[in-house]
């Protein structure tokens, strides 16, 4: 294929002829941004101000003298605003937007995570802010919803199709084509019609930015960098400044699930259940059902369980530059228990798929080597999900006792006590 917004055969501009002008529109202004130095040196302020970057890139010592093999270090990605490495792209591409002269964003979210940072943002950039969110997803994830609202932003369940994330996708996509004047539509992963892949690949390349400095810093003799990918932006944001590069190794990590059947998992590159498909306005890699539709996905960590994959991350996996591994749902937990006790840092589920990864890794390379790890969140927002697996009777035990509080009447003292 080629041309631009094309990454081999992948990626793309597959969208109504309506959203035509205003994705052209975006890829010229993001291009005068990225020329523009008082652009550059405002991002630079909200990175290290409102975000908290650098983040730091810690030896996990302890971890690595128990495997014996090479030294793992990792990139905390987690201990960015809100979270996650998400903010790195959010408030980037909301102060693109302020710049073109709009005024309301609007995003897509599954479990909440890119609605959180989007709402952030928004907030401290002065924006209206609309958040897309499955209905079934609304119900779900109640903390981050409260957290979005909290921070001002409007949350819109979607009650079309599944009513998860792919529909909310689509529900933006409509949103926007009838308010683009307006509007800008905020993508939360490297996927969607072009200059989206580009555009968000640029602004996470500052956790790959950050690494190469501090691996020359050290000067690290590094055998492979390790992210879990899910639509991919934590991974090609980590690995953009490599990628040109004969080495490292670039491994990515996927949602393995229960196991290799249909269904059981969200393995795109792995598996043999995907296929070429186009949706959500970009060719990519999908996981399809036997009629070819877009599959159903399994996995404990929501931001892994999509279906598709950012084009760009396709192409290299099929180049051969980036290596995929899938890793169980199990396995992930038994990494998250790792670290946590080795090193005192709880990793996101999804992280906790890379984290698995280099661990296996890890082992089979001597003590000369290193191999650096994306923590693209901290684990305090799976609560819900790590704690009725690691510790059932108590968590079911807490959550009762507080809706008989919430049901007393008790919490109305708590909360209007203070006057
Ligand atoms: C959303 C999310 C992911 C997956 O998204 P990518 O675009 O693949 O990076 C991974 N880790 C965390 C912590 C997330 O919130």
Known sequence: MGGTGYFDRFGGRYVAEVLRAPLEELEAAFGQAMADPAFIAELDGLRRDFIGRPTPLLRAENASRE????????????????????????????????????TRIIAETGAGQHGLATASACARLGLDCAVYMGEVDVRRQQPNVAAMELYGARVVPVTSGSRTLKDAINEAMRDWAASFQNT???IGSALGPAPFPDMVRTFQSVIGLETRDQIAERDLRVEALVACVGG???????????????????????AGGIG?????????????????????????RFLTDEDGQVAETRSISAGLDYPGIGPQLAALGESGRIEYTAVRDS??????????????VIFALESAHAGAAAITLAKSLPKDRAVIVNMSGRGDKDIFITSPVFRPAEWKAFLKAELDRLESGEDIHVFGGHS
Do not use: C
């Open 67 to 102: 495997l014996g093999g090479a030294q793992i270090y990792i990139k905390m990605e987690g201990l960015a605003h809100t979270g996650a490495h998400k903010i790195n792209n959010a408030i980037a591409q909301a102060l693109l937007a302020k710049r073109m002269g709009k």
């Open 184 to 186: 800008h539509y905020l």
């Open 232 to 254: 991919g932006s934590n991974a090609i944001g980590f690995f953009s400044p490599f990628i040109d590069l004969p080495s490292p190794r670039l491994i990515g990590a996927e």
């Open 260 to 284: 290799p059947g249909p269904g059981e998992n969200a393995a795109r590159m792995v598996g043999s259940a995907s296929g070429d498909g186009i949706i959500h306005g970009y060719k990519s």
């Open 331 to 344: 396995e992930a937990l038994e990494a998250l228990k790792f670290f946590a006790r080795n090193e005192g």
